[in-house]
């Protein structure tokens, strides 16, 4: 994996994500194995807060100015919401 990849994979962790969730139940019909049902739902894996940390790490936040800071913390803040609202 690339560095770009790697830091994309964090971020999605960190701000969480859905998924599918995909069980399939198997059965033997004349010695075969044969599929008797599917099943997939929609999961939704919640934010990270080691992958959050790693994220701010990696990007200095003494780089920014206060206003910016303020800035990033409300979006931080706002998009928790909206996660722990779905």
């Not at 995909?22 to 990270?48: C, H, M, Q």
């Not at 910016?68 to 979006?75: G, N």
């Amino acid at each position: 994996m690339q560095s770009r990849e790697v830091t994309e994979a964090i971020r999605r962790r960190a701000l969480g994500y859905e998924t599918d969730e995909v069980v399939e139940e198997y059965g033997f019909s004349e010695g075969e194995a044969v599929l008797v049902r599917r099943k997939v739902t929609k999961k939704a894996v919640p934010p990270d807060i080691q992958a959050a940390k790693m994220l701010l790490e990696e990007e200095p936040l003494g780089a920014l100015s206060d206003e910016q800071l303020k800035e990033e913390k409300a979006r931080l803040l706002k998009q928790l919401r909206e996660e722990e609202e779905r």
